[in-house]
């Protein structure tokens, strides 16, 4: 089955460059998202098709992919960015999340 | 404003069977694709089935397929999960969520319901 690799935890100072890895194999044809989560809520699409930012989420956020690893960038770090994010992607008729990674801001 | 509220939740035992429901509204919900996405206690997102807008296509994960149904009734804006011989690892939050376009993203996300099996 499909699966996308990413870092268990990441940590970042306040108003630093926090970078999350996603990658899988021939991800590089296929749109990546990403999701933030924090602890009691849903969800929350932060950057679609791999570079796309919806309505509402900061600059901050920046999405990008290189070959078969896909990139979710949060510049200037801020204490409410801590959380979990996920990225995602469909193979075939089905879609898989990465394992998830934890952000902390220190 | 786009909601979807998710029901139907509870504890059950191992073998028993369940239905979710999602009630949709603030959007034309019979033209979206639909899904079920779970998440065990301290663990990741898992995407369990989605269904096509006219109810004609769905999919599963491996580890539900046979067990469990998702459906949908676009008179009701409602969309359901039936869930068959549950098992304790079929504990997990429920979450629905709406397909954005064919094989898009997953742009609104309802609350969640939670299933304990046990």
């Known amino acids: 089955s499909y699966e996308l690799t990413q870092p268990p935890s990441v940590s970042v100072s306040p108003g630093q460059t926090a970078i999350i890895a996603c990658s899988g194999d021939k991800l590089s044809e296929k749109h990546t998202s990403w999701y933030q989560q924090k602890p009691g809520q849903s969800p929350l699409l932060v950057i679609y098709q791999d570079n796309q930012r919806p309505s509402g989420i900061p600059a901050r956020f920046s999405g990008s992919k290189s070959g078969n690893t896909a990139t979710l960038t949060v510049t200037g770090t801020q204490s409410m960015d801590e959380a979990d994010y996920y990225c995602?992607?469909?193979?075939?008729?089905?879609?898989?999340f990465g394992s998830g990674t934890a952000v902390t801001v220190l | 404003e786009v909601q979807l509220v998710e029901s139907g939740g509870g504890l059950v035992q191992p073998g028993e069977s369940l239905r979710l429901s999602c009630a949709a509204s603030g959007f034309n919900f019979h033209t979206d694709w639909m899904h079920w996405v779970r998440q065990a206690p301290g663990k990741g997102l898992v995407w369990v089935a989605r269904?096509?807008?006219?109810?004609?296509?769905?999919s599963y994960v491996d580890s539900v397929n046979d067990r469990f149904t998702i459906s949908r009734d676009n008179a009701k804006s409602t969309l359901y999960l039936q869930m068959n011989n549950l098992r304790v690892d079929d504990t997990a939050v429920y979450f629905c969520a709406r397909g954005r376009g064919i094989q898009g993203e997953f742009d609104y996300w309802g609350q969640g319901t939670l299933v304990t099996v046990s």
């Open positions: 995602q992607a469909w193979d075939r008729d089905f879609i898989v």
């Open positions: 269904i096509r807008n006219d109810g004609g296509g769905t």
